[in-house]
């Protein structure tokens, strides 16, 4: 019953949501990322979401927590009418979510801040999203999650309603990453899957039958042979795929399979698929099967400063190279998940040149280059930096350089030292797009605790950042 109003419930939200962009034809979307369009394109189609005045839709964007009020409001039909007053000081009552917002708080699906502010324009996150529709649409089967980053949060309930629900998932490294932005493209995908419920048919009680005669046992058979492969796929997921020991979500889980993974599809069990990949024979839902792998948006060179005998700057026991290394793996992780392919300068503890690291960079066609740094200086000295060049690509080299300061920023909550323009071998004597990040300064304590433990949001940021630059060129 709840999948069902959920599933109407989100398809009135949708529609709602047409109204916070000007539309335009279903047919002029070409930005629409290809392993997404068996989802994004039937709400295309049905009106149900629509695209920028500019012919684009745009699947990296963040909604706003006013977009998200404005949305539940529409869709559950609350007083949507400006009031006199409001009750948040960032909201004027002149705002055009103002009087969804306060319902929104009347009814008790959103609030605002401690300081008395809504904070409207800023993204609304996963964990947030699991909150909001787990009490607009009342959700209460829950599932047993153990999200390594969610369990013991304030998040765990809502998130494993919106779960057991089958609206979301986590990641493969077994997080849910409750404060990550959700963008447009994954919040099209969560209507689809809302409005596509998986729901396991009960099976008919057989007809009873007539005891059977004694007869002779059977000569042994011999053992059928196994199935043989009917068709080649690949899978078509955000984050991860469950298989399942059969066809449906109550069967145990055996494995997992990744975006673009390839598949033998051994048969096909009503709607779901049983397939062999590598090691791993079991089930999966035919809709995250598609016939060709996802094409890649473009290339990127990541470039991690230092290595070998060159280890940069070492201080509070760090060793600069070594962070740098580890970041640039992790921005390499999130890139691929979105569709870029990244060239590593390198991938272990080795030395390269400045120069070489170049021409690695402009020999892959690369659309752009980014080298990871961290910083030092007097003990004091602290904040993250970047730096583009003037020398080539200006333009395009400082925006990448703000795109990925900004997000680095708000990820580490370090000091905003700026974007610099920087004379950098790396960046100055680069055909490329190019950008120097600094994270942060070795020779601060502050600073060091920090990167030692955020590794993996400052990667997650430098990707998001360089996400922005690719959207921001589009």
Excluded at 27 to 36: A, S
Excluded at 64 to 79: F, K, S, V
Excluded at 257 to 278: M, T
Excluded at 307 to 331: C, R, S
């Amino acid at each position: 019953m709840h999948k069902k109003i959920l599933s109407s419930v989100l398809f009135i939200m949708m529609v709602s949501f047409i109204c916070l962009s000007q539309s335009v034809s279903a047919n002029t979307l070409p930005d629409v990322p290809e392993k997404y369009k068996d989802m994004i394109n039937p709400l295309i189609e049905e009106g149900i979401i629509t695209g920028y005045t500019n012919g684009t839709f745009k699947p990296n964007n963040n909604v706003t927590r006013a977009e998200a009020a404005t949305m539940i409001g529409r869709a559950l039909h609350l007083d949507g009418n400006q009031q006199a007053s409001s009750l948040f000081s960032d909201v004027d009552v002149s705002h055009y979510a103002s009087g969804y917002i306060q319902s929104a708080v009347n009814k008790g699906i959103v609030s605002g801040y401690p300081n008395g502010t809504f904070k409207p324009d800023d993204s609304i996150t996963r964990g947030e999203m699991a909150v909001i529709v787990s009490r607009a649409f009342e959700l209460s089967d829950k599932a047993n999650v153990t999200f390594s980053d969610v369990v013991g949060t304030s998040y765990e309930s809502f998130i494993s309603k919106v779960y057991a629900a089958e609206i979301v998932s986590g990641y493969p490294d077994g997080t849910f990453k409750p404060d990550k932005p959700i963008n447009r493209a994954e919040f099209s995908i969560m209507v689809f899957r809302a409005l596509n419920p998986v729901v396991d048919k009960p099976q008919p009680a057989p007809a009873p039958k007539p005891e059977p005669k004694p007869e002779p046992a059977p000569a042994p058979k011999p053992d059928p042979e196994p199935d043989k492969p009917i068709a080649t796929k690949y899978v078509n997921v955000t984050t991860s795929l469950n298989v399942r020991s059969g066809p449906g979500t109550s069967y145990s889980k055996v494995g997992s399979l990744y975006r673009n993974n390839e598949v033998k599809v051994l048969k096909y069990s009503g709607d779901w698929a049983q397939i062999e990949s590598g090691s791993i024979i079991g089930y999966v839902h035919a809709d995250y099967l598609m016939d060709q792998p996802e094409k890649l948006r473009g290339i990127i060179t990541i470039d991690p400063g230092h290595g070998d005998h060159d280890p940069g700057a070492t201080a509070n026991g760090v060793k600069e190279k070594d962070i740098n290394l580890d970041v640039a793996k992790y921005v390499r992780q999130y890139l691929e998940a979105e569709g870029i392919k990244v060239v590593m300068t390198r991938t272990d503890d080795t030395f390269l040149s400045l120069g070489r690291r170049v021409e690695i960079a402009e020999n892959a066609n690369s659309d752009a280059f980014v080298s990871i740094h961290a910083n030092a200086a007097t003990a004091s000295a602290n904040g993250t930096e970047t730096f583009y060049s003037t020398a080539s690509r200006a333009t395009d080299s400082k925006k990448l350089a703000e795109f990925i300061q900004t997000r680095l920023v708000k990820a580490l909550g370090t000091n905003d030292r700026g974007v610099k323009e920087g004379g950098f071998q790396v960046i100055k004597y680069n055909s490329l797009p190019s950008a120097l990040v600094e994270l942060g300064f070795l020779t601060n304590t502050g600073d060091v605790k920090i990167l030692l433990a955020k590794k993996e949001e400052a990667g997650e940021a430098i990707a998001q950042g360089i996400m922005d630059y690719y959207n921001w060129k589009e």
